[in-house]
């Protein structure tokens, strides 16, 4: 029997809170928040079954996130299976404006990898090569090439958590193969606001719906689970 091919890409999972009209976040300096603690802990569960997460610079620089599993005990689980406490952490810049005091370089040990614009190369290597793993992903960053690259650095599984500009990206490249959306009970109603996505081309439009593979409420939250690949299990 012949073996089957590896993957040539990660299989590709993308998470997003929003508000019943849309926005990740408001306008203001604080951090809104969407979610609630149980569906904060399902949040660290799938991070926990993940090879690597990845978000934008954007993202790392407004909510300078750890991107580390929180619980002990899937931290426990992923050691004793032979593999890194918490997820690699990868990010990509157009221009390398990126800070090395950020928590995305600086909570945990986990590997961090920073796929880069070639223009921004130079600069990116001399600010956070100490810190990080620093890539020349193409003019612009490609992330379809990126996909390729971590599946040769051994990640299978991907967990894309935003901001909107990374999520619009991979869906309108047709690379997400499961979507992820938790809808907050209220609305935002700011058009200074960053939306879940923008404008865009998608491969979902009203002839071709994605599938609803779970409806699920977690508290005063709804997940919305949508299968938008056929390496999507259906449950």
Partial sequence: ?????????????LSCAASIDGYIDDASSQRLLLS???????VDAVRAS??????????VRRDDP?????SPNRRAER?????????????????GDLDPAARFFTAGDPARLVYCATGALEKTQE???????????????DPGWLLTDLAARGVRRLMVEGGGTVHAQFLAAGLADELHLVVAPFFVGDG????????????WHPGRRARLAEAR????????????SARCPAD
Avoid at 79 to 95: C, D, F, H, I, N
Avoid at 192 to 203: I, S, T
């Fill in 217 to 228: 409420q977690i508290g005063d939250v709804v997940l919305l689970r949508y299968a938008l």
């Fill in 127 to 141: 600010r956070l090569g100490r810190l990080a793993t620093v890539i020349d992903a193409g003019e612009p960053v």
């Fill in 1 to 13: 029997m012949s073996r089957r091919p590896e993957p040539t890409r990660p299989y590709v999972l």
């Fill in 50 to 59: 993940c090879d690597a997460i990845l978000v934008g610079a954007g993202t």
């Fill in 192 to 203: 200074r606001a960053p939306r879940f996505v923008g404008e865009g081309r998608f491969p």
């Fill in 36 to 42: 609630n603690d149980e569906d904060l802990d399902r």
């Fill in 79 to 95: 050691v004793t299976a032979g593999r890194p406490a918490s997820p690699t952490k990868v990010t990509l810049t157009a221009q």
């Fill in 66 to 70: 750890r991107l580390l599993v929180r």
